[in-house]
Nanobody
Framework: QVQLTESGGGLVQPGGSLRLSCVAS????????VGWYRQAPGKQRELVAT???????NYADSVKGRFTISRDNAKNSAYLQMNSLKPEDTAVYYC?????????WGQGTQVTVSS
């Protein structure tokens, strides 16, 4: 079992920044993939960004150039730095990991971009 705990969501104005954190209950180096998905009201959950071993990153087109995913092995943590936020980035953001061919999800953290 892998438990994922997110933090860092909140309310921010358009153009602002937030950093999301995800702490894993096991060594993050053992996770094949770690990353972030989001779900806006009335929409399907969608990929935001992932890192796959060794360090292959993947971003949704809508966030390229604005969001950066990173990983700190010593802290068993993954991060999503979100800059130049837009109202359409408003969603619940979920940390995701895959381990031994199984998916794991965090509980989600709300990000609201509004003036």
């Amino acid at each position: 079992q892998v438990q994922l705990t997110e933090s860092g969501g909140g309310l921010v104005q358009p153009g602002g920044s937030l950093r999301l954190s995800c702490v894993a209950s096991i060594s993050i180096e053992r996770l094949n993939t770690v990353g972030w998905y989001r779900q806006a009201p009335g929409k399907q959950r969608e990929l935001v960004a992932t890192i796959t071993r060794p360090s292959i990153t993947n971003y949704a087109d809508s966030v390229k150039g604005r969001f950066t995913i990173s990983r700190d092995n010593a802290k068993n943590s993954a991060y999503l730095q979100m800059n130049s936020l837009k109202p359409e980035d408003t969603a619940v953001y979920y940390c995701y990991a895959s381990h031994v061919f199984r998916p794991y999800w965090g509980q989600g953290t709300q990000v609201t971009v509004s003036s």
